[in-house]
Nanobody
Framework: QVQLVESGGGLVQAGGSLRLSCAASLRTFRLNSVGWFRQAPGKEREFVAA????????SYADSVKGRFTISRDNAKKTWYLQMNTLKPADTAVYFC????????????????WGQGIQVTVSS
């Protein structure tokens, strides 16, 4: 069973930055697409960003384009979400996900998931 462990969350002021990390215990990590979702209180989980393992292409939610960047380090079996110019609306529990199939990562249906990590942006 794949284990995903997130780190890097916390409390930051509006306009600040945070970098989330997600480490995977998976021998074939490099053959998997990776992504991030988030869930704010009282709201459904929503897509944030994804990175396609085969093309290197990325996809972002409109709400984070230009502010967030997804990247990965295959040697460390880790991927990241660099979050800049944070807003109070970015406050949520962030989840990392992984799957060999890019559409699965983007849809958020299936695949492997981390336990979630809190990001709080104060105004």
């Amino acid at each position: 069973q794949v284990q995903l462990v997130e780190s890097g969350g916390g409390l930051v002021q509006a306009g600040g930055s945070l970098r989330l990390s997600c480490a995977a215990s998976l021998r074939t990590f490099r053959l998997n697409s990776v992504g991030w979702f988030r869930q704010a209180p009282g709201k459904e989980r929503e897509f944030v960003a994804a990175l396609n393992w085969s093309s290197g292409g990325t996809s972002y939610a409109d709400s984070v384009k230009g502010r967030f960047t997804i990247s990965r380090d295959n040697a460390k079996k880790t991927w990241y979400l660099q979050m800049n110019t944070l807003k109070p609306a970015d406050t949520a529990v962030y989840f990392c996900n992984l799957d060999p199939d890019f559409p699965t990562v983007v849809s958020g249906i299936g695949g492997s998931w981390g336990q979630g990590i809190q990001v709080t942006v104060s105004s």
